[in-house]
């Protein structure tokens, strides 16, 4: 069954203190994979979109990655500005369309 | 800002009631998606829509609908509102269709009591 997953469920970091999100994935015939961000009651907000594996896209503090089966959120020395969820998303092929599916997404909250 | 509008902002209705919230996406957008966010599903995709025609469907109920307009903006219809209707609801847009490269609206918080 194609699906996306993301670990951990929460995270909590110093400021400063690089880590790693990750966004797994089964897809048959992957059209993109997307990283948005999400402050607490408000819309998510599209950071990168990747295509293939092997591609980087980074963006301040933030990089993504993408392997066949993986992408991985990298962030480096975060902010407590950085605290927000962080959700992966793919479009999956259902009843002949493709139909946009998020992960649970994962809560980042950086302690100043 | 993202450009996409959503009214209203807030909305307590009563069970039963019918709903029906608002969206015009940024120019030039095409598409417009719907989607529900509750604590427990996350986000989920109800509807998409492309230069006014229905393109792909996700976990929408009967009772929910929606359409697009000539100007583009869409609406979503709810109704025979249940308590666990309670969530916000997004909109998004993007130029193309079958496209994740999307932008949301600030949503509308439904409260159904």
């Known amino acids: 069954e194609d699906q996306v997953t993301q670990s951990p469920e929460a995270l909590r970091l110093q400021e400063g203190e690089s880590s790693s999100l990750n966004c797994s994935y089964t897809v048959s015939g992957l059209r993109g994979l997307f990283w948005y961000r999400q402050d607490p009651g408000k819309g998510p907000e599209f950071l990168f979109t990747?295509?293939?594996a092997g591609e980087e896209k980074e963006k301040e503090r933030l990089k993504a990655t993408l392997t066949k089966k993986e992408s991985f959120l990298h962030i480096t020395a975060p902010k407590p500005e950085d605290s927000a969820t962080y959700l992966c998303?793919?479009?999956?092929?259902?009843?002949?369309?493709?139909?946009?599916?998020f992960g649970r997404g994962t809560s980042l909250i950086v302690h100043p | 800002d993202s450009g996409v509008t959503q009214t209203p902002k807030h909305l307590i209705t009563a069970t039963g009631q019918r709903v029906t919230l608002r969206c015009s996406p940024r120019s030039g957008d095409l598409s417009v998606y719907w989607y529900q966010q509750s604590l427990d599903q996350g986000l989920q995709f109800l509807i998409q829509y492309y230069n006014g025609e229905e393109r792909a469907k996700g976990n929408i109920l009967e009772r929910f609908s929606a359409q697009q307009f000539p100007d583009l903006h869409s609406e979503l219809n709810l109704s025979s509102l249940e308590l666990g209707d309670s969530a916000l609801y997004f909109c998004?847009?993007?130029?193309?269709?079958?496209?994740?490269?999307?932008?949301f609206g600030p949503g509308t918080r439904l409260t159904v009591t």
């Open positions: 998004a847009s993007a130029k193309g269709s079958g496209i994740l490269e999307q932008y």
């Open positions: 990747l295509y293939s």
């Open positions: 998303a793919a479009s999956l092929l259902s009843g002949g369309s493709y139909i946009p599916t």
